[in-house]
């Protein structure tokens, strides 16, 4: 069966370093997406491909956080520099596309668990 | 703007007995409605979802769930708790139009099962 790949599944960094997450999506999903869940919360959406497309990055922290998608298939986040409330969990899913009036189911991965020190 | 509330944060069954998670959501269209299961430290995966038609919708693991307009409600539902159902829970709204399908989560019901 088809997964949503990422890593690495846990990352402990210090304040001030740069963190990079890796997400492959599900072959021949074109929408890919990465969420942020803190603990005790459900996931919030940081950003949206379309292929190598941003179509909504409203709630990404752009002054410390970027996202890749140059070939529209795998996807790298990136936190630059890493700050103590960045500690959570980072979700990737990907769906079929478009999402046809916005029901396609989303895939997710297992997630990436980083804690700031 | 699209939310939604999960009224109860912890919820205890034993096993064997119906569980009802309460979902309610605000959003200004026909919404999409989803119910997605997270073990600890795991992904989401999805229990079922709602696109339109038949109000009552069925999933997988033997869990259903039930749409009525007129409350604002999704409602997840099981007749009877396995001690493997232990885990969190989140019920999310999917936006449409050029929304590009964004989900919007609730703050989760953690179910724990009593033997």
């Known amino acids: 069966e088809a997964e949503v790949a990422q890593s690495p599944r846990y990352k402990i960094t210090e304040k001030s370093q740069a963190v990079a997450f890796w997400c492959d999506p599900i072959?021949?999903?074109?929408?890919l997406y990465w969420y942020r869940q803190i603990l005790g919360q459900g996931p919030e959406l940081l950003v949206q491909f379309q292929d190598e497309s941003v179509v909504d990055d409203s709630q990404l922290p752009k002054d410390r956080f970027s996202a890749e998608r140059l070939k529209g298939v795998d996807s790298t986040l990136k936190i630059q520099p890493a700050e103590l409330g960045d500690s959570a969990m980072y979700l990737c899913?990907?769906?079929?596309?478009?999402?046809?009036?916005?029901?396609?189911?989303?895939?997710f991965g297992p997630g990436t668990r980083l804690t700031v020190l | 703007a699209q939310s939604v509330t999960q009224p109860d944060i912890h919820i205890t069954v034993s096993e064997g007995a119906s569980l009802e998670l309460r979902c309610n959501y605000s959003?200004?269209?026909?919404?999409?409605l989803f119910w997605y299961v997270q073990s600890p430290g795991q992904g989401l995966q999805l229990l079922l979802k709602?696109?339109?038609?038949?109000?009552l919708v069925q999933g997988i693991k033997g869990f259903e769930a039930e749409f009525k307009r007129s409350q604002s409600s999704f409602n997840l539902r099981k007749p009877s708790v396995h001690w493997s159902d232990a885990a969190e829970y989140f019920c999310a709204v999917g936006a449409g139009g050029t929304s590009y399908g964004k989900l919007t989560f609730g703050q989760g019901t953690i179910l724990t099962v009593h033997p």
């Open positions: 072959s021949g999903h074109a929408t």
């Open positions: 709602y696109f339109s038609g038949d109000t």
């Open positions: 959003y200004g269209a026909t919404p999409y």
């Open positions: 899913a990907s769906s079929l596309a478009p999402p046809a009036g916005g029901g396609g189911e989303q895939f």
